[in-house]
Every structure is written in structure tokens, then in C-alpha cells.
């Protein structure tokens, strides 16, 4: 079970209040998610999500939103790369935030 965090407006969109929980589809292998098999899941249990977390074209991530998890900044990873042990065991929540600009 993964646990997401979305930001207040993603939440109001999807029609979800809290954290959302996924059970990813298929063999996790020995434990490894990755942030695009997240993501991927994320999209097709809410698919009015759809290119307003990441491109819908290329797959890339929006330039206002990041990516935390274990206190660490995910945001530039490739979404390929396997997440930390303790999101992927759902201790801890893979959090996606609205960044901010300006100033």
C-alpha cells in the first residue's frame, strides 16, 4: 500500500479528502515501486488528474509541482528510480506538493 499526499486542489479535484492509498497492479519486484508506477496508478484510479501532475506527452513532471518522500526532495529523479523502502512499505507518505514562484 503506497500512500499519496496531494496538494488541496488536486485533492478537490479528484474528489478525495486525506491521503489516498494505492495498491499498485502486479508483481512488485521484491519491494521495488517506482515514482512512474506511482504516478502511473495515480492517473488511472483518478483520471481527472491526467496532465496536471506530469505531461500528458512526454510523461514529465509540471514545472510547479515536486516530488517528497523521507524528507527528501524527489522532484528531479528519474521515474524509473525506485522510491524509499519506507514509502514503499506505506511508513511513509510519497508527498506531491505545488511549488511556489514569484517574489
Given at each position: 500500500?503506497?500512500?499519496?499526499?496531494?496538494?488541496?486542489?488536486?485533492?478537490?479535484l479528484?474528489?478525495?479528502?486525506?491521503?489516498?492509498?494505492?495498491d499498485?497492479?502486479?508483481?512488485?519486484?521484491?519491494?521495488?515501486?517506482?515514482q512512474?508506477?506511482?504516478?502511473?496508478?495515480?492517473?488511472a484510479?483518478?483520471p481527472?488528474?491526467?496532465?496536471?501532475?506530469?505531461?500528458?506527452?512526454?510523461?514529465?513532471?509540471?514545472?510547479?509541482?515536486?516530488?517528497y518522500?523521507?524528507?527528501?526532495d524527489?522532484?528531479?529523479?528519474?521515474?524509473?528510480?525506485?522510491?524509499?523502502?519506507r514509502?514503499?512499505?506505506?511508513?511513509?507518505?510519497?508527498?506531491?506538493?505545488?511549488a511556489?514562484?514569484?517574489g
Amino acid at each position: 500500500m503506497i500512500r499519496v499526499v496531494l496538494p488541496a486542489h488536486l485533492r478537490n479535484l479528484a474528489h478525495v479528502t486525506g491521503e489516498v492509498r494505492l495498491d499498485l497492479p502486479g508483481p512488485q519486484r521484491a519491494g521495488r515501486v517506482t515514482q512512474g508506477e506511482v504516478l502511473d496508478a495515480l492517473e488511472a484510479r483518478y483520471p481527472m488528474l491526467l496532465g496536471t501532475i506530469r505531461d500528458r506527452r512526454s510523461g514529465r513532471r509540471r514545472a510547479f509541482v515536486r516530488f517528497y518522500a523521507c524528507e527528501e526532495d524527489l522532484s528531479n529523479a528519474p521515474p524509473e528510480a525506485p522510491l524509499p523502502e519506507r514509502v514503499v512499505a506505506g511508513e511513509e507518505p510519497f508527498i506531491i506538493l505545488g511549488a511556489m514562484a514569484g517574489g
